[in-house]
T-cell receptor, first 113, second 114 residues
Framework: SQTIHQWPATLVQPVGSPLSLECTVE??????LYWYRQAAGRGLQLLFY??????ISSEVPQNLSASRPQDRQFILSSKKLLLSDSGFYLC????????????FGQGTRLTVV | GENVEQHPSTLSVQEGDSAVIKCTYS??????FPWYKQELGKRPQLIID?????GEKKDQRIAVTLNKTAKHFSLHITETQPEDSAVYFC?????????????FGKGTKLSVIP
């Protein structure tokens, strides 16, 4: 069966520090991968999605970036965090080429101080 | 790209009453419409979905309806229970070669009052 791992679960980082959040999927090949951000009490904002290795689509201009170095690995990064980057970050995956359910990771609660 | 509007943002109902959440979408090419439930501090999980070739789908106390012409879909929860309290998100999926974005509405916080 397929599983998705996302870490860390919580993170407190100072303003201006770098960020790296990692997400991996097991049990499937060539999944579509997504990074969402959820601000406190707000909806799910799509940040990036990827349909294959090295293929990244950005939905919102920001100081974040994403990379997909391997088929089932998706990384969210920042060189310098802003206070406004605080939020709940969720990685998700879907089967390739199909309109099916998206499965979410456990999420990372990022607080920038 | 796709834009999904969701209403209301908050909803309080008495236990046993029904709850209805409505969403509209902008892109007529969208053909997959899932609903997710997110409990506090947890990940969103699928509760029901519908495809554009179907007008209505039901699963026990939960039902979803889709009006393709009007580009809106709704979630209906009957006989609500306290454990139904959560944030509910609707979403729409845009199809196309290599394009499988999943765009969410802003969410509805449902409170079921015992």
């Amino acid at each position: 069966s397929q599983t998705i791992h996302q870490w860390p679960a919580t993170l407190v980082q100072p303003v201006g520090s770098p960020l790296s959040l990692e997400c991996t999927v097991e049990g499937t090949s060539n999944p579509n991968l997504y990074w969402y951000r959820q601000a406190a009490g707000r909806g799910l904002q799509l940040l990036f999605y990827s349909v294959g290795i090295g293929q990244i689509s950005s939905e919102v201009p920001q100081n974040l970036s994403a990379s997909r170095p391997q088929d089932r690995q998706f990384i969210l990064s920042s060189k310098k965090l802003l206070l406004s980057d605080s939020g709940f970050y969720l990685c998700a995956w879907r089967e390739t080429g199909m309109n099916t359910e998206a499965f979410f990771g456990q999420g990372t609660r990022l607080t920038v101080v | 790209g796709e834009n999904v509007e969701q209403h209301p943002s908050t909803l309080s109902v008495q236990e046993g009453d029904s709850a209805v959440i409505k969403c509209t979408y902008s892109d007529s090419a969208s053909n997959y419409f899932p609903w997710y439930k997110q409990e506090l501090g947890k990940r969103p999980q699928l509760i029901i979905d519908i495809r554009s070739n179907v007008g209505e789908k039901k699963d026990q106390r939960i039902a979803v309806t889709l009006n393709k012409t009007a580009k809106h879909f709704s979630l209906h929860i009957t006989e609500t229970q306290p454990e139904d309290s959560a944030v509910y998100f609707c979403a729409a999926s845009l199809t196309g070669a290599g394009s499988y974005q999943l765009t969410f509405g802003k969410g509805t916080k449902l409170s079921v009052i015992p």
